[in-house]
């Protein structure tokens, strides 16, 4: 996954909170308010192994709409370094300005009324408008504050613990699909949630899974942004194998040894991979009501 060596970045999108130092007590925004990639399925991971508190039920209450929030700036970093498609060939943070920029430039065209928002990086912990967060709890987005967060050790972690490859088109799948929370909040679908929060026909998996086909369809459009040359299969091999690889059905059965669908937040393995490949294959967002039918 290339970007075009002229392409303009524009790193006012990014803003970096990282070296700002951690949070007490290590709460994560969860539940009520923070949408995300892998979320509660972390957690569930760190409480299993000792290191999350007293379970999935705690997990899932430890949100309640704090409105805290940090308002971090462009380092002077990335604006000195990224500047150019180029830059974002050649450097991991410029990379990620390039795809925040990407996908931000398809939604803009796509969506009427979209409003472009920042994608924060942080380490550690973070401040957000759905409260204290963890890095635990992966890449997610705060609709208190309309924010994206992210810490970019994640995709360290997408390799070495759920054994994605975690390539570069699996780092913008990532970011795309958390964007793709972001336009569910602009067009009201987020509000549909509620308290349906688990379950395989839950409103949760069904969120879910839309923000991965919506990701799938930012894909198909990636390269006529202008950012990006246009995308291999080994490209759509490389996202789809980490939407295998963060299905609930595989981290349950990994971590916990057993499935569970009545806890399930995200969607399995197949549904995952099969809503990301609806979007890439259409191209169209209206293909991706995840809220009709069995999914």
Same mark, same amino acid.
């Given at each position: ?28 925004? %969860? ?27 705690? @997990? ?17 970093? %990335? ?16 990379r990620i300005v390039g795809y925040v920029n990407s996908i931000q430039a398809y939604w803009s065209r796509a969506l009427s009324g979209y409003t472009p928002v920042k994608t924060v990086f942080f380490d550690g912990q973070v401040n957000t408008g759905c409260g204290p967060?963890? @890095? ?18 994640f995709y360290d972690e997408l390799r070495s613990k759920f054994g994605a490859t975690a390539g570069p088109a699996a780092q913008a799948y990532v970011l795309a699909h958390e964007y793709g929370h972001h336009v569910q909040d602009l067009r009201g679908t987020l509000a ?21 086909? +919506? ?27 980490? @939407? ?35 979007? +890439? ?15």
């Open positions: 996954m290339r970007f075009r060596e002229d392409s303009e970045l524009d790193p006012s999108q990014v803003e970096d909170v990282r070296g700002r130092g951690g949070l007490p007590g290590g709460r994560v925004a %969860l539940g009520g308010g923070g949408l995300g990639i892998v979320g509660v399925i972390v957690a569930l991971v760190l409480a299993l192994s000792g290191g999350g508190g007293s379970g999935l039920s705690s @997990a899932l209450t430890q949100l309640e709409d704090q409105s805290v929030s940090g308002n971090g700036n462009v380092s002077s970093e %990335l604006k000195g370094e990224c500047k150019s498609g180029a830059d974002a060939n050649a450097k991991d943070d410029c967060a963890s @890095a635990e709890v992966g890449p997610f987005y705060c609709p208190s504050d309309q924010l994206v967060y992210i810490d970019l050790g549909q949630i509620g308290s349906d929060r688990q379950g395989a026909q839950s409103a949760s998996v069904r969120s879910e899974l839309q923000a991965d086909c +919506y990701a799938g369809v930012w894909a198909a459009h990636a390269a006529s942004t202008g950012y990006l040359t246009p995308l291999s299969d080994a490209d759509i091999t490389d996202a789809l194998n980490a @939407a295998q690889a963060i299905g609930d059905d595989r981290l349950q059965a990994e971590f916990q040894g057993r499935v569970t669908p009545e806890t399930w937040t995200h969607g399995s393995s197949e549904q995952r991979q099969h809503w990301f490949s609806t979007g +890439y294959d259409t191209g169209d967002p209206a293909r991706c009501d995840t809220f009709k039918g069995q999914i």
